[in-house]
């Protein structure tokens, strides 16, 4: 925690379609990770001042839920216009304060994108089913209604996507909305609410808080929230599920990962390794669908690892503010940094062999880790369960694809898997014995497009629908179920 310093740009709140600088006891930094500078403080707020933006979104909530669910997708179709408008400004803010390279970033905001895109068909998707004379003279209907104020609790590693995960859905849905993002990467969120501002969003239906767990804890509980969405650590996210579950809350509430990527040795060279490259130094490994063990099957182990290693030593580490060309960019701060040199330090002490150091051969300023890699990592070590969530592979090298499944296995976590083959048998044997949510083949991040549900099993996920998709619809609304019987003169003539 810091104190204000006045020659600092204070991240603002939005209460009530209104930017305020509230005042706090106490604020986080915001850096700029590729130089290590100091670009912004978000200030850490209390309950009284969750309680002001709950009391915003409740007295909007009557008037917006009874607006015309076609005139709800004007706004959002206005809204998609104006992000599409102003993305690449929004990826060079996320590069700004998160540090992952311009073209992740752009995916960032990309995939938030098409979250709104697949929310301006809420006419389509509010609709409920109907059934005539599903007894004599009755009819049967379902209704879909908005659930009152909910809450968004998201993360650093993407300022965007996560975010967009919730929010625009859960307004489509005729619901209001109270976001808190991570206190280290604000701007962005401030950014997506002015546009869904200037896209004529009525005050009060979107709101904008900052804090730690005093607020956290705050939404959970609150008498006036009916949902929550939560996506960061495991830890965390039981204890928002826990916490909000004994309050009479719905939740969905994303965790953290442990991903497995299997290759046979009938995987094609190139491709394959492209994708691995991708998924476990993209966004510098902080990413829950990062691929963080490597599964050489038989043969196959040793060519990997010789590819891999040339790969790694070519890679381009650099200040991703200032370079559109960087292959990887930093973590988000210097607490994650030292976490994750730790944790290579204590895993090189355990007797593994390091084949390549990120402590090694990096930019001077900024927070950085390089490409870091591990062999010979069996079940029994710290490294193969434990998430790291930074640029670190581990790699494994089990005889065949039943004991690299029993291996996967193992792990507590439930987000995804990734099997690189050129065999139908293999692909078949893999999906059907892998114990997680969601899975690639030949796929190096098996993350869900919008229309799909994020569908992380096990501690991975805490609650019952997913976000995304029309699990996300479900989630934000309830249902009513109507039987109607109306019977005519001439049936009651008849004695129908």
Known sequence: MATRMDNVKIVPVFLGGNWIDQKADSYTNVYNPSKGELIAQTPMLTAKDVDIAIQFAKAAFPKWSGLAVPKRAEIMFRYRTL???????????????????????RGDIRRGFEVVEFACGISQL??????AHVAPNIDGQTIREPLGVCVGISPYNFPAMVPMWM?????????TFVLKPSEKVPLTAIRLAE???????PDGVFNIVHGGKDVVDAL?????????SFVGSSQIAKHVYTLGSANGKRVQAGGGAKNALIVMPDADPESTLRAIMGSSFGCAGQRCMAGSLLVGVGEVHNQLK?????????MKIGDTSADDLADMGPVIDASAKNRINNVIEKVAAEGLKLVRDGRKNIPENGFFVGPTLFENVATSHSIFSEEIFGPVLSMMNPKNIEEAISWVNKLNYGNGATLFTNSGADARQFTQGIQCGMLGINVGVPAAMSIFPFSGWNESFYGDL?????????????????LSRWDSTYQRQMGW
Do not use: W
């Not at 546009?195 to 969003?201: I, R, S």
């Not at 010789?306 to 070519?314: A, E, M």
């Open 83 to 105: 992000l599409e408008q102003n993305m690449d400004a929004i990826a060079r803010l996320i590069t700004l304060e998160n540090g992952k390279t311009l073209e992740e970033a």
């Open 126 to 131: 509010y609709k409920g089913e109907s059934l």
């Open 167 to 175: 929010f625009p859905l859960a307004i489509a849905c005729g619901n």
């Open 195 to 201: 546009l869904f501002q200037e896209a004529g969003l």
């Open 220 to 228: 959970c509980t609150h008498p006036d929230v009916a949902a929550i």
């Open 306 to 314: 010789d590819r891999l290693v040339s790969n790694i030593d070519s």
């Open 466 to 482: 997913h976000m995304q998709g029309t699990e996300g619809v479900m989630f934000y609304t309830r249902q009513k179920i109507v």
